[in-house]
Every structure is written in C-alpha cells, then in structure tokens.
C-alpha cells in the first residue's frame, strides 16, 4: 500500500496485484464490520460474510510480496538515508497523522465529547499501539507498525539477499515457512502454546517479503498450473475453516480454528498469497490492457490512502448512522456500501494528492 511502484518502469503486474488487493481489502472489513455489527445472531449470514472476508486474506501478504520484490531488488539503490529520510517519515507521519483523525472522529462524530485533550489519546493510541485493542474499529493500522519494522529490518534484509545464492534463498523461505506457518498452524490446532523444537524466527511476515523478491527475480518459480492450485488450496482450506468454526458445537475447538482461519501464518493463506502472486506473474508479458492497467495504475497510486480511510467511511455509515444494510435489500445493498466506501475513499485520497506535502504521505 506505499507507493514504491511509481517509478519510470512500472513492472504492471505489480499495479494489477495492488489494485485488486485494495478491492480485496475494502471487500474484506466490509464483510467483518457488517458481520459483527448486524450479523452475530444470524450464523448462516455469518458464515457467508466471513467466508467471503477470509476469502479476501491474500490481499495484505500480496502488499508484503510487492514490497518485498521491489525493497530487496540490489538492483535498486537503498541506503540507510533513504531508508530514514524517506520510507520512515512517510509510515511515521501517516501513523501520527491518522491517529488524530481518527480520535477526533471518535470523539466529535462517534461519542459527541471532543475536548482538546482528546488529542493526546491519538499520540497515546499510535505510541501504545491500543488500536487494536480499544474496539473503535481501527485496527487496520497493524499495517503501519508492520511496513514500519519491515523498514528498520530493511538493511538486513537486503544484506541476506544480496549475498544469499538461489539455494540459500529457498532454504530461507522453506525455513520461514516451516517455523511461522505450519508449526504455528499445528501447535495453534492442538492448542499447545509452546514446543520444545523451535527456531529464532518469531513471524510470517519475513516470509512474504523474502518470498515476493523470491518470486519476482525467478529464483522460486511457480508455475500457472500450481499457481492455481495454490490459490484453490487457500481457498478450500478458508471455506472449510470458517464454516467448521461457526458450525462445530465445541467451543475450544472453535476457538482454536478461529485462530487460524483469522491469521496471516496460516498455511492455506501462505499458499493463496503465493498462488496469486505468481499467477499475475505469469500473465504479464509487459503489454498493457487497455483501460483495465490505466484503472490498476490509479488504484496503485491511492492504494495507502484508500486503505487509511475506508474504515471511516464504514464506521460512518454502519456504526454512526447505523446503516443496516440486511434490512435495506441484503446482498445488493452491502455491495452497495462497499462501492461506496471504495468512491469516497479513492475521491478523498485523489483531492488529497493535490495538498502540497500532503501527497507525500498519502
């Protein structure tokens, strides 16, 4: 969601991916917030919404893996003052910047009680990262803090793949994924907490970065045939997942599925993300589709601040005016309202790309 593809050779199946996975993402806390929001009673529409939502979960590692492809390129020039005195401010200043926004929105829109004051809850909420936890729907920033340590990791990471031959680098990515994705998903499954076997590599995020690169410079090479495949193993796995932990009767198992079915480290979601990622590979012979890779490259280009801003748009529409989209045509309508929400959110950051300083960031 950064805007790293903006450059005199834009590799399109870069755009393509970062636009579809905008959508993807809209599509996703549209889904969640109705859900939780109106559907809690219901568990047949609950499981619809969240099938679709958990369907849409290769869209943020996709993000990871362009990144990836494009920071870990030694083709590309990046040093630490590149590094500090233009990835970090942008993630930093977006960080500050939103989190006073949106505590001014909480507080004057939401609660109606803004004071001075209040201001400080926003430095507070991005210092403490309690985003996540205060229940006011912003916990899409994770994103920021995540692209922030990916920054502060950058050097390292870029040391491992110059130097690291196409043996290495796959032993890496085998590695990484053995140890954040099947471990986690099986000791998450039977609900053990800790193993005695255990390897210093405490994230699957690493990997979507290490693999993207992996992938875009052909040292992993995954075919379009088991690219799909990929892609419908993480499809199948989402479906069975969510649908076994809404339907099952034990309440642990359900919670430990949750677990999984809700995580970037789960095993389907590491092969969809990949599947997906190699397929539009496979597809771009450099020759641009008319209109389809114009619409991808103005996506691209607002994809940050699309993302910062449809969850107030959401939060506008069905937490403050309370907008219940099931009692006004269902199905049609939701579409609707993510439409909707994608509109306003591309038109704001588009208005905002003409704001001096602003468009650096956004």
Not at 79 to 92: A, E, H, N, Q, S
Not at 94 to 122: C, M, N, S, T, W
Not at 213 to 242: C, D, N, P, Q
């Amino acid at each position: 969601m950064n805007n790293d593809t903006e450059n005199k050779s834009r590799i399109l199946y870069f755009s393509r991916i970062k636009a579809l996975a905008c959508i993807a993402v809209v599509v996703l806390h549209g889904c969640y917030i109705t859900g939780a929001t109106f559907a809690r009673n219901d568990r047949e529409r609950m499981t619809a919404l969240f099938t679709v939502r958990n369907l849409m979960y290769w869209a943020v590692p996709a993000f990871m893996m362009v990144s990836g492809a494009l920071m870990l390129d030694a083709k590309r020039k990046i040093d630490l003052k590149k590094i500090f005195g233009k990835y970090m401010p942008r993630m930093v200043i977006a960080l500050f910047a939103f989190a006073e926004i949106f505590a001014v929105y909480d507080h004057a829109v939401y609660q109606k009680d803004f004071r001075p004051a209040h201001l400080l809850e926003g430095v507070r909420h991005a210092v403490f990262d309690t985003f996540t936890e205060n229940g006011m729907s912003w916990s899409h920033t994770w994103y920021l803090y995540l692209m922030i340590a990916f920054y502060l990791m950058l050097p390292i990471y870029r040391i491992i793949t110059k130097s690291a031959d196409k043996k290495e680098l796959l032993y890496l990515l085998g590695l990484l994924f053995v140890a954040n994705s099947v471990i986690t998903t099986a000791k998450t499954l039977i609900g053990s907490g800790t193993l005695i076997f255990y390897i210093f590599a405490g994230s699957i995020f690493p990997l979507y970065f290490f693999m993207g690169y992996a992938i875009h410079s052909e040292k992993l090479k995954i075919g379009r045939i088991l690219s799909v495949i990929f892609i419908l193993i993480g499809a199948a796995g989402m479906i069975f997942l969510t649908y076994y932990r809404l339907h099952t009767a034990d309440a642990d198992t359900a919670k430990r599925v949750k677990n999984i079915a809700d995580q970037y480290f789960a095993v389907h979601t590491v092969l969809a993300a990949a599947g997906v990622f190699s397929l539009f590979k496979s597809f771009d012979n450099g020759k641009e589709i008319p209109f389809l890779d114009k619409a991808a490259a103005e996506i691209d280009k607002c994809s940050f601040g699309i993302y910062l801003i449809h969850m107030i748009v959401y939060k506008h529409i069905f937490v403050v005016m309370k907008f219940d989209p099931f009692a006004h045509g269902s199905t049609g309508t939701l579409i609707l309202m993510m439409l909707i929400a994608f509109a306003v959110s591309y038109a704001i950051t588009r208005v905002l790309k003409f704001v001096p300083l602003v468009k650096e960031i956004i």
